[in-house]
């Protein structure tokens, strides 16, 4: 079965400063790969997703993610952080079914 | 396009009580699904279905049923609640066509007391 794993569970960065959420997933093949964007009290925003073709991917916000095949990594970075990014972010992955498997999270707090 | 909607918002219920989540979309996607979040656990799915008169297990199906009639429509039931149910349930529509893009309702909150 597929699996996500996100190892950072918390992450604090001051404003400007870049910042780097892993994930690693655990999959026979080359998974839909995504990484949605969760405010307290909110739903999920879709950041961006990669599915083929240029393994860095740009999204909203000015995030970007780069799909690394030899390390099953989607990593999601951001190269300067904005206090209004301070939310919680999730990486997931779809084998086929349409359907979604999540990482726990990575709850993100950006400092002044 | 009003997208996913669902309905509660917020509910709350004894232990043993039943209810149904509503879920409906309007963008005739044949993939849906149901998600329950817990603190800690990210989202986990509870029920997929890909087309009328079609569901599947997801990972944590205990005490749930689903049944999707028509393409729009994939309500969620508890038949008997638990406080272990207590949660915050999204349902998703997914777009094939966008690279299996999923589209999120915002949610029901839901205690189990």
């Known amino acids: 079965a597929q699996s996500v794993t996100q190892p950072d569970i918390h992450i604090t960065v001051s404003e400007g400063a870049s910042l780097e959420l892993r994930c690693n997933y655990s999959?026979?093949?080359?998974?839909?790969l995504f990484w949605y964007v969760q405010s307290p009290g909110q739903g999920l925003q879709l950041l961006l997703k990669y599915f083929s073709g240029d393994t860095l991917v740009q999204g909203i916000k000015g995030f970007e993610a780069e799909f690394k095949r030899s390390q099953s990594s989607f990593n999601l970075r951001k190269p300067s952080v904005h206090w209004s990014d301070a939310a919680e972010y999730f990486c997931?992955?779809?084998?086929?079914?349409?359907?979604?498997?999540f990482g726990s999270g990575t709850r993100l707090q950006v400092q002044p | 396009n009003a997208g996913v909607t669902q309905t509660p918002k917020f509910q709350v219920l004894k232990t043993g009580q039943s209810m149904t989540l509503q879920c409906a979309q309007d963008?005739?996607?044949?993939?849906m699904s149901w998600y329950r979040q817990d603190p800690g656990m990210g989202l986990r799915l509870i029920h997929y279905s890909v087309g009328a008169g079609i569901t599947d297990q997801g990972e944590v199906p205990n005490g749930y049923n689903v049944s999707r009639s028509t393409t729009e429509d994939f309500p969620l039931r508890l038949l008997s609640a638990a406080p272990s149910q207590t949660s915050v349930y999204f349902c998703?529509?997914?777009?094939?066509?966008?690279?299996?893009?999923?589209?999120f309702g915002p949610g029901t909150r839901l205690t189990v007391l």
């Open positions: 963008m005739n996607h044949e993939y």
């Open positions: 998703a529509s997914t777009d094939p066509v966008e690279a299996d893009t999923q589209y």
């Open positions: 997931a992955v779809d084998t086929g079914r349409r359907a979604l498997t």
């Open positions: 999959y026979g093949a080359t998974p839909y």
